[in-house]
């Protein structure tokens, strides 16, 4: 049972249109009665729930009014919490989210832990554990299939998936462990429970299978732009970045140092990482550059390789491909608005298969074109797919899968070797187990304490 009220500036520090200030728990309304004085109507709290007033927030010991706010109470179970929760609305200068939270601290409320108000929800049954996670993911996203994915973990695709599967086990379960305690009067376990085992089974492979995806939506994926000096490597990030990121030139051997960018491409969250020009001769700053840029290429999930139309597909082009070739990579071929023609065949002779667009980076054709190739070569080509389908996101989730099939794959060489049944049955209490720590139902107090402390304060 939670005794205690916690309240915390809700919004991010700084100036903005509005700073929130959110209290939870038994105390919540007659601490947001005791700070907050309605223009008109019943004190806050005593009239209907979920109704935003107007008034002013006072320090409560001397009376002063510390903003014009506005202020909502809403009653248990029916808020984030699940328990009574009151927030302000003030101003959002620092300061006076400040005072206000100060009063309501002097007014007998704590100050929250980081993730303490979505802990609370978990706590209260209102969200499971991976719902909880969802949250952090939904904060952090940083690209459309990032948040897509994570607003339908917090719907519950993935718990669900996860429950029916922990259900199937359960039923199973049941059934061994009645033989197990009757031996006389219950049937034999059947030929059916296993397959049902064999269908969780098939259902865990599933869902990790989904990890590579969810592993690029959510972190994202390496993009190196590698080539020659000069082909236009950093006016290729610049044009993608729509900034002037780099410093472009028309001296060769410009780009001295990697340079990293977060963007979105094609969807995706990455990184798109500049290079400095490869090439053989070169001084000694210049090959440091150089030793780094090999270093970005095959620390990459894709690489850009980038030649310059100008000049025509060189040596030099020829040798990196070899050495690049290897690694998923698309060809692009760039300066297209400077010759007359494009030699297509060549190219295509060129990156022997490998997709290959044409682009000018100077004039920012070609780019989306560059993009759906990203796309098509990260997904191996394969259609999207629906976000309602869940999508494992979190390392966590993963291993927590992955060791619920190993108990399950032990739990079924064990029933198909005639081992007794209890060996069955410690087994499937394993996956079970395992299943239970994705949606938090066997999720141990440190494990809480970690996923929790990655929130921010006031979440
Ligand atoms: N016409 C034309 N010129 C371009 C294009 N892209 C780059 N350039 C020019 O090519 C020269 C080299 O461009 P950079 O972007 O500095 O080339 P880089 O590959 O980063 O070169 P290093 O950093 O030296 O390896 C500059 O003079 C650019 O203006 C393009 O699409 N069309
Ligand atoms: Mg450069």
Known sequence: MIEDTIAAIATPPGEGGIGIIRISGPEALSIGRGIFRPRKGPPLGTGESHRMRLGVAVDPKTGEILDEVLAVAMKG?????AEDVVEIHCHGGPLACARVLQAVLRAGARLAEPGEFTRRAFLNGRLDLAQAEAIISIIRARSRMGLAAAVSQL?????????????????VLAAVEASLDFPEE?????????ERLEGVREGIRELLATWEEGRLV???IKIALVGRP???????????????RAIVSDIPGTTRDTISEAMQLGGFPC???????????????????IARSRAAAAAADVVLLVIDLTAGVTGEDEELLAELGDKPLVVVANKADAVEAVDEEGLRRFAGGRPLVVVSAKEAWGLEALSRAVRDLVLGGRVLRSTDEPLLLRERHREALEKAMVSLEEALRAWEEGLPLDVVSIDLRGAWEALGEITGETAREDLLDRIFSEFCLGK
């Open 271 to 289: 990184q798109l990482i500049d290079t400095a020009g490869m090439r053989e001769a070169a001084d000694g700053l210049e090959r440091l550059g």
């Open 218 to 220: 959510s972190q994202g």
């Open 77 to 81: 179970p029916r808020s984030y919490t």
């Open 186 to 194: 219950v049937e034999e376990v059947d030929s059916g429970d296993k």
């Open 155 to 171: 719907q519950g695709g993935l718990s669900r998936r996860v429950r029916e599967l922990r259900e199937e086990i359960t039923g």
């Open 230 to 244: 000069n082909v236009g490597k950093s006016s290729l990030l610049n044009s993608l970045l729509q900034e002037d």
